[in-house]
Each structure stands twice: as C-alpha cells, then as structure tokens.
C-alpha cells in the first residue's frame, strides 16, 4: 500500500496572548507524537511550519483556532513525500518573528492585506515601490521582478536598513504630483512583510500593503502563465524550495553553511555533496571537512536502512516566513 504524503502547514497569526506558557503546553499536547515541526509562542501570537497526517494537522490546526483570537489563523499547505521536519519543537520566545522594534504592534498598525490575485495590478502600477523583506540568500532563489532587496542576513537588520538606505528611496522630489509613494511589502508567507508593514507605519509612511498569505499564496492561487514571480520560493525545511503550486523545486542544501544551493551551484567544482558549497568552501577547516563527510555518510546508512539520523539537521534554523 502506498503511504500517503504529508501535509505540511505553514501558519501564523498576530494576536494577543496571555499565557504563552499555557498556550506552548496545549500545543505540545495536540501535536502529541504525529506532528512535528517548529511552533514558536509569544505575547504577540504564534508562528511556525509543521507537518503530519492530514487528520493530526486537521486536530491541531483546529485546536488553535479555538484560542481566543485565533480564529482567523493563517494558514498555507502543502505536501511532502518524505518528512521535511525530525523532530517537534514547540518553545516560547519574546516575538514570533524577530525583528528588535520595542513598540510594534502588527495586531493593531499593519498595512493593508493585498490578496494574491490583486497583487500583480499592484506591483505593476509605476507608483508602488516593492520592498522584499526577505533575507539575501531567500532573494538570490527567487524574486518579484524589480523589488527592492535590502540584502539583510537577518530580518532584525531590516530597520537598519530602512533608516540607512530604505527611507531616502521613498522620498520624491518637492512638488512631485502623485504625492508619497505607495509601498507594497512581500515575504514567504506574509508573516515578517505584516511586521514590516507595521513598522513602517510607525516611521510615518502611511501607504503601505503587504501580500496576504505572502509568496506562498501567490504561488499556489495566481496561475504560472500569469505570474509575475521568478525563480523559486525558500522554505524553511528540507524541500529548501518550492515553485508555482507549491511543488518542490531544484535547489538543495548546503550541509556545511545550510544555505539554498542551486543547480548551477551544484556544478561548481567547490560543492561537495554533504559537505561544502562556494559559500562556505573556503572557510571550512580540514577537521570540519572530515567531520561533515563522516557525518553525511551516517546519513545515508540510516536512510538505506529506513531510520532518521539523530544529528540530521533541517534548513536555515528558524521559522521566518
């Protein structure tokens, strides 16, 4: 019999918590031994990427819902013919996603949703400026054509960037007639561009969307003939990347810097499966080669004998979507 994939949900959701502790228990308990993945809690809401059997997901998808203030859960799926997460992990943290800005309030001072399907009429209007609050690495597997790319590593670095760079790219010329630009904001999954949103509402620049149910809703909705996205879309597990109705792409990942490689990468005389790529070829010692070749090697025994290896380690550590 063939077993079925598994359903992988990526959810968040702004929204007042009281008792992240409480909340972190209660979801422990309702991914119980069939669900892994990521769940991170805090006052602010809760955000994260898990998968399972569609029933598991089912129960907990629907368990969170009926927290006060999460009915409206956001929530992309997708499937996976292998497990894209080893493990369950469920902790409480200070924001959901991370981004430094004491004062920030997404639940009360986000932009305004744009959805998938008016998101293309948006992008194309020469006066909305498209910002990508994406990291590099995320923008160099795909992009919208002609988004602003800040080229942080971090999303905690995306204020400094606006403050150093950002800001001076939304100022027009005195007298300009279409007045203050509009600003349309994107991510993986509408989580960090609804921070962003807010933040840059807090700045003063008061015309500002983001795309609701970010990259991932686009993908998955707006048909690839018409699509305006190039490349494919970084996720943060072991897919490493998807493209147009979410299907899983042609990047890998580096097990030396766990950064995204490409098909051309992979042709590079600097990628070693399960060692190194050209990012982080030159950088890794003799022992730490050695190390990353002993530890690939356990990998594949385990797979060839049907088990998980416990040093296996996922994509970039983290939940930013």
């Given at each position: 019999m063939t077993t079925p994939p598994?359903?992988?949900?990526?959810?968040?959701?702004?929204?007042?918590?009281?008792?992240?502790?409480?909340?972190r228990i209660r979801l422990e308990a309702l991914c119980g031994d069939e669900v892994?993945?990521?769940?991170?809690?805090?006052?602010?809401?809760?955000?994260?990427?898990?998968?399972?059997?569609?029933?598991?997901?089912?129960?907990?998808?629907?368990?969170?819902?009926?927290?006060?203030?999460?009915?409206?859960?956001?929530v992309k799926t997708s499937t996976a013919a292998t497990p894209p997460f080893h493990r369950l992990?469920?902790?409480?943290k200070s924001e959901i996603v991370t981004m430094g800005q004491p004062g920030i309030d997404p639940v009360l001072d986000a932009g305004t949703y744009v959805a998938a399907a008016e998101w293309n009429a948006l992008i194309a209007d020469p006066a909305t400026v498209v910002i990508d609050t994406r990291n590099d690495y995320e923008a160099d597997v795909g992009a919208f054509a002609g988004a602003i790319q800040p080229r942080t590593r971090t999303f905690r670095e995306f204020a400094d960037w606006f403050e150093r760079e950002g800001r001076a790219m939304l100022d027009r010329p005195g007298g300009d007639e279409r007045g203050p630009p509009r600003v349309a904001m994107y991510c993986t999954g509408g989580i960090r561009c609804e921070k962003a949103t807010a933040y840059l509402k807090a700045q003063g620049v008061a015309d500002v969307h983001h795309l609701q149910g970010?990259?991932?809703?686009?993908?998955?909705?707006?048909?690839?003939?018409?699509?305006?996205?190039?490349?494919?879309?970084?996720?943060?597990?072991?897919?490493?990347?998807?493209?147009?109705?979410?299907?899983?792409?042609?990047h890998s990942l580096c097990r030396g810097c766990r950064m995204p490689v490409s098909e051309a990468g992979r042709a590079s005389p600097a990628f070693v499966e399960g060692v190194?790529?050209?990012?982080?070829?030159?950088?890794?010692?003799?022992?730490?080669?050695?190390?990353?070749?002993?530890?690939?090697?356990?990998?594949?025994?385990?797979a060839e004998r049907g088990q998980a290896h416990i040093g296996t380690r996922q994509a970039v550590p983290g939940v930013e979507r």
């Open positions: 598994l359903r992988v949900a990526a959810v968040y959701r702004f929204a007042a918590v009281v008792d992240p502790d409480s909340l892994l993945g990521t769940l991170l809690v805090a006052r602010e809401g809760v955000n994260g990427t898990i998968a399972g059997p569609d029933p598991a997901i089912e129960r907990v998808l629907a368990g969170l819902r009926a927290v006060p203030g999460f009915a409206d859960l956001e992990k469920v902790r409480v970010g990259i991932l809703r686009y993908l998955e909705t707006v048909p690839e003939g018409e699509s305006l996205w190039q490349g494919e879309c970084f996720v943060f597990d072991e897919r490493v990347a998807v493209g147009h109705n979410l299907v899983q792409g042609t190194c790529c050209d990012r982080c070829h030159d950088t890794m010692t003799e022992a730490q080669r050695a190390g990353a070749r002993e530890r690939d090697r356990q990998v594949r025994l385990a």
